[in-house]
């Protein structure tokens, strides 16, 4: 049986402050979670909520890892695949 785990969907007006917190909240309840970014904005917002979370992880000793890759999901408005970037992350402690 496969565990599921949260999936976060990212935006290009995601505040990267806000991802970081929600990453490290979703970490402290559960061991992983993933990121999905389609687009240039996107992608580059999830890569600063991944720092963010990192640097409010840093004062507790706390870190964890973190692996990319795409992803093809169904958009439910044409009903077609779409590929998008995947951040991975799972917890160290």
Request: without cysteine; positive net charge.
């Amino acid at each position: 049986m496969e565990n599921k785990y949260p999936e976060l969907k990212v935006a290009g007006t995601t505040l990267p402050s806000k991802l970081g917190g929600a990453i490290v909240k979703y970490l402290n309840e559960v061991p992983k979670l993933s990121l999905l970014a389609m687009g240039d904005k996107a992608v580059s917002q999830t890569i600063k909520g991944v720092i963010m979370a990192q640097t409010f992880l840093a004062s507790s000793a706390l870190d964890f890892n973190i692996k990319m890759g795409f992803k093809i999901n169904k958009d439910e408005k044409s009903d077609r695949d779409v590929t998008v970037i995947a951040f991975y992350i799972t917890r160290n402690w």
